[in-house]
């Protein structure tokens, strides 16, 4: 297991049955997408940059493997912990960076007061961007660093 | 019941007709919203990137709820799992808690956890109850057949959000429909994601993976489909037409929010209950229940 990763311990309970593929709806459709395949790289620690760069990007975080999993294996969760693993190598891909970056700037994934003429319209309630709480938050967290870092060769 | 309407991103912006036949069903059947103009972003895309990061972005909203001393209601289901599986985590884990009160300090909130999270379907199902809809209806709409899409975060994880349904087996969307007078379909996509949490990563894999719950429900002779998250409904009603087209099939099926089916129901106006906005259009549905339908 690599150092870096640290939810290994998580996976080991894993006896490879696949119940997490047999339901995953992206597999269904992308047959190179394969939950019980990325536990297994974990557990034998190759975590490669095709894990990485792709792969762990494909998971659409609906949870189905983690609930069904007969060992309890947290399957969903490490799928995202090696995401965050990903995004501290520089890997971030451009939807997550342009909604993180939007967010940065007005609070939401999108700038909600472009909307306000339709939603009078509607007949809803005017709506507001601010993004000073987020420019402290991103700063503190060292976040707008992270958004900016060129991916590791 | 009074509580703070969350509507996140995707839903003041994406799915105004949810809101809009929301906002109108609360009312009628006596719920009270409250706006919170400060709410932000949930946290959802930031769960992608950094944990504390995620935690921090949806305590700040539990922290303006709870400043007010509401709960929290969302539309959106990717903003109920972010908020309350945050609000888990961070009462689960003391090191968290400490962090997200040092950031949230600095932005002058504070978090306790009092405020609680529970998705706008859910507030129907338990507050108002089933029983109580199919009470107020005014305008049964039998003959109607219905697939209700679940999707994932408002049943998963289940120890978070499911409440009383059972991830793998759920009722309450389907009790509610049927306390329209309508009829809930049996159909092999009923629990399947739509697969909106990849079309930014990967369009293609997200829409086949959307196609194939929209044939299922259209084998199935769904009149119309029914969702409960505004991701949903513009996977499966927003990109219906680029489907058809990259599927070469043809399904023209209607996809609804929970809200304008209960609200048509009870008679309310189409219009008002945004049924201008959608995109597949209930022409069928609105010429045999509105309310100035002829019978």
């Given at each position: 297991m690599t150092e870096e990763f640290k939810h290994g311990e998580e996976a080991l309970?894993?006896?490879?049955?696949?119940t997490c593929t047999a339901g995953c709806a992206v597999r269904e459709v992308?047959?190179?997408?394969d939950p019980r395949k990325i536990i297994r790289q974990v557990l034998l620690g190759r975590i490669d940059d095709g894990l990485l760069k792709e792969t762990v990007w494909l998971?659409?975080?609906?949870?189905t493997c983690s609930e069904r999993c007969p060992q309890g294996v947290p399957v969903n969760e490490i799928i995202m912990a090696l995401r965050h693993l990903a995004v501290k190598r520089g890997i971030v891909p451009a939807a997550y960076k342009g909604q993180m970056d939007t967010i940065h700037k007005?609070?939401?994934?999108?700038?909600?007061?472009?909307?306000n003429k339709k939603r009078a319209k509607t007949g809803l309630p005017e709506l507001r961007d601010d993004g000073a709480p987020y420019e402290k938050i991103y700063s503190s967290l060292g976040l707008d660093r992270v958004l900016k870092q060129e991916e590791e060769k | 019941m009074k509580a703070a309407l969350f509507l996140g991103?995707?839903?003041?912006?994406?799915?105004q007709n949810y809101e809009a036949s929301f906002r109108l069903v609360a009312d009628a059947l006596g719920i009270e919203l409250v706006d919170i103009l400060e709410f932000g972003c949930c946290g959802y895309p930031a769960a992608s990137i950094d944990d504390l990061a995620a935690a921090v972005l949806a305590a700040r909203n539990l922290a303006l709820a709870e400043a007010q001393d509401l709960d929290l209601i969302t539309l959106c289901s990717a903003c109920l799992g972010s908020l309350a599986s945050a609000r888990e985590r961070i009462l689960k884990d003391d090191e968290l808690k400490a962090a997200v009160d040092r950031e949230l300090d600095k932005i002058d909130l504070k978090f306790e956890g009092k405020t609680q999270v529970i998705h706008a379907a859910r507030v129907l199902y338990e507050t108002v109850g089933a029983e109580n809809i199919k009470r107020a209806v005014k305008r049964p709409l039998e003959g109607l057949k219905v697939a209700v899409h679940y999707g994932c975060h408002y049943l998963k994880p289940g120890d978070v959000v499911g409440h009383t349904d059972n991830p793998e087996a759920p009722v309450s969307l389907d009790e509610m429909v049927r306390a329209t007078g309508a009829e809930t379909l049996e159909y092999?996509?009923?629990?399947?994601?739509?697969?909106?949490?990849?079309l930014g990563v990967s369009e293609e894999t997200a829409l086949n993976v959307t196609q194939k719950r929209l044939q299922s429900a259209f084998n199935a002779r769904a009149d119309c489909m029914v969702t409960v998250c505004p991701f949903c409904s513009v996977m499966l009603e927003g990109n219906q037409k680029k489907i058809e087209k990259q599927s070469e099939s043809k399904f023209n099926l209607p996809v609804l929010y929970l809200p304008q089916l209960i609200g048509l129901s009870l008679g309310l106006d189409p219009d008002a209950l945004g049924f201008?906005?959608?995109?597949?259009?209930?022409k069928k549905i609105l010429a045999e229940y509105s309310p100035d339908s002829s019978r």
């Open positions: 309970p894993c006896f490879s049955c696949g992308h047959p190179g997408f998971c659409a975080d609906c949870h007005s609070g939401h994934i999108y700038e909600v007061a472009d909307f | 991103c995707s839903a003041p912006v994406r799915a092999a996509g009923r629990l399947g994601c739509c697969g909106g949490g990849i201008k906005l959608n995109r597949v259009k209930a």
